[in-house]
Each structure stands twice: as structure tokens, then as C-alpha cells.
């Protein structure tokens, strides 16, 4: 049972350009949506999280937008540089029940071309 | 600097062994998790703890389990290696009084199973 569906699994942009990740949930009491970010021969780390009392989230070249009524969220990456190639996977989760469980998307691996 | 340490970060063994794989943490994190990374499938909880007596099973525990020596040390264990358990495994930590669900992970163990 996949609660957070990510597309597309895979994504080539060249330098510049935007890169655009999506992710859509099913459950109506998740409230924390996170995106991490994943380095070849790291583990993931938090890059940008949002709550849905705001549509939109930016920090410097990333943007999450919210869609509170479609249960669809997206990661935008302005000015796309070959530093950004990585795994991305969002991730949503029930802040107010406490639990700290996170449930993740497929993951999406975003190569930017020089 | 507060860190989180998995070892081994490779291994290979063979079907029907017992494998431990070991996590440690400096972040005084109370809680900690292990999942599985599998291309295509994300991320995916096996088992967590909220702190040395409380153990919970995630989504896909059949097959795992794990011990929670200490706040620092969360060990998970393989009692018969199957080659479907060949993954890329994190630990991650997180702590609750910060109000939030961020995740700190690990540099993640690579195990194959033939």
C-alpha cells in the first residue's frame, strides 16, 4: 500500500533549467511533507519541508508547492546546476499523532547535464 | 560532530546466515529507525524505537528484528538471509522535542545476499 506516490522516477534537465517533482497522498491527516535529498553513497537528508497552512515553501533555488485539495505536492528546482544530481524523495507524515514515522516516495533520480 | 554510524557498510553473505547489521548515534536522539531502500520502491520502514523499552514494527518487519541496547545503539538482525533481503539498509534518528519529524540518517549499509 504506497500512501505517497512520486513521479517521474527518473529526470534529465540541463543546466538552468527548472526541474519538477510531484508527489501525491492519500491520507487527509498527513500535515508534514518533507523532501530529502540523496547523494550517491549517502543517506538522505532533509532538504525543504512544508505544513499545509502555507501553499507555498521556498528556500533559495527550491520551491515546494501545495495543493491542499488535489493532495498533491511538488518540488520545484529553479536554476538547476550539475551539483543537484541526486535522489529526491518526498515524504509525508502525521506530525500531531507524535509518531516521527515518515512514509517516503519512490524517489525520483534528477540529473543535470553541464 | 553528533553523528550517525552504521556498520558494516558493505557485506556478503549467503542465504540461510544470520546477519547483524549495527547502528550507532552521538545526536542524543531518542528515537531510531531502520529502513530499506530498494530502486523504484523508496524508502521503507522496518522497525523503530521511541527509546530502549519501546520497539514497533513498521511496514515490512516479516523476516527482520532488531534490539535497542541503549539510547544510542539500535541494532537490526537478519535470522536467516534470503537474496530478497539484498538492499541498501539506514538507520536514521530523530528527536522529539524539537516538535518536528526531521530524520537524520546514516551512510547506510549495502547488503547482498546470494
Known amino acids: 500500500q504506497q500512501q505517497v506516490k512520486q513521479s517521474p522516477q527518473s529526470l534529465i534537465v540541463q543546466k538552468g533549467g527548472i526541474s519538477i517533482i510531484n508527489c501525491a497522498y492519500e491520507?487527509?491527516?498527513?500535515?508534514?511533507f518533507p523532501w530529502y535529498q540523496q547523494f550517491p553513497g549517502k543517506g538522505p537528508a532533509l532538504l525543504i519541508a512544508?505544513?499545509?497552512?502555507?501553499s507555498e515553501k521556498k528556500e533559495g533555488r527550491f520551491t515546494i508547492s501545495f495543493n491542499k485539495s488535489a493532495k498533491q505536492f511538488s518540488l520545484h528546482i529553479m536554476d538547476s546546476q550539475p551539483g543537484d544530481s541526486a535522489t529526491y524523495f518526498c515524504?509525508?507524515?502525521?506530525?500531531?499523532?507524535?509518531?516521527?514515522?515518515?512514509?517516503f516516495g519512490q524517489g525520483t533520480t534528477l540529473q543535470v547535464k553541464p | 560532530d553528533a553523528d550517525v554510524t552504521q556498520t558494516p557498510r558493505n557485506r556478503i553473505t549467503k542465504t540461510g546466515k544470520r546477519i547483524m547489521l549495527e547502528c550507532s548515534q552521538t545526536?542524543?536522539?531518542?528515537?531510531m529507525y531502520w529502513y530499506r531502500q530498494d530502486p523504484g520502491l523508496g524508502l521503507r520502514l522496518i522497525y523503530y524505537?521511541?527509546?530502549?523499552?519501546?520497539?514497533n514494527k513498521g511496514e515490512i518487519s516479516d523476516g527482520y528484528s532488531v534490539s535497542r541496547q541503549a539510547q544510542a545503539k539500535f541494532s537490526l538482525s537478519l535470522e536467516s538471509a534470503i537474496p530478497n533481503q539484498t538492499a541498501l539498509y539506514f538507520c536514521?534518528?530523530?528527536?522529539?522535542?524539537?516538535?518536528?519529524?526531521?530524520?537524520?540518517f546514516g551512510p547506510g549499509t549495502r547488503l547482498t545476499v546470494l
Open positions: 512544508i505544513r499545509p497552512d502555507v
Open positions: 515524504a509525508a507524515s502525521i506530525g500531531s499523532s507524535n509518531t516521527g514515522k515518515l512514509i
Open positions: 545526536k542524543g536522539h531518542d528515537r
Open positions: 524505537s521511541f527509546d530502549v523499552k519501546d520497539i
Open positions: 536514521a534518528t530523530s528527536d522529539f522535542r524539537t516538535g518536528t519529524n526531521e530524520q537524520f
Open positions: 491520507n487527509t491527516a498527513f500535515d508534514y
